[in-house]
């Protein structure tokens, strides 16, 4: 069998950003919030890219940046929902553990009217992070700039890189 090793450059740099600069750190965001899937990363590195220059968004920091990486990543790796719609938090915190097998156990129905009475967003985010903390994963709150919740998934050891990276892009 012949060998076709040098057909293939395993050297070759996959990505045309600066590994220091903005774009750099939102890819490493998206490979830390698709853990094990680098493929949908790049997908929605590239989707989110489109949205910028669809919106006339300069590929800077200091852009209007976050909106459109929430619409990249929507409901396959982040969310963002409304404050008073519990039902889409729950919802999308349900689709988020889903990708990693994970069930979540909120403490009771929000049908249920003495479980849901006086239940918040709040409350709720704070319920999903505790039961995600079980499993080995973190629920990211991110200041999107919006009224409501927006929030990411991330691996429990990957907690000091997603601050590390959360504070320099400023979310």
Known sequence: MPDNSDYFD?????HDF???GFEARVWNLLVLINPGDEEL???QFNRWREHLAEDGQPLEADSDWVPALFTAIA??????VERDDLESLQSAVNELSARFNLQLDWGGD???EDFAE??????LMSTAFDRLREHNYTLWSVDAGSDGFTGV???????DAMLALCSLLNV
């Open 110 to 112: 929000l049908d249920d």
């Open 18 to 20: 600066d590994e220091d």
């Open 118 to 123: 006086d239940l918040d967003g709040v409350q």
């Open 41 to 43: 990363a790049l997908q």
């Open 10 to 14: 395993f050297e070759e740099d996959i």
């Open 75 to 80: 409901w396959q790796s982040g969310f963002e």
């Open 153 to 159: 998934m991330a691996l429990t050891r990957d907690d």
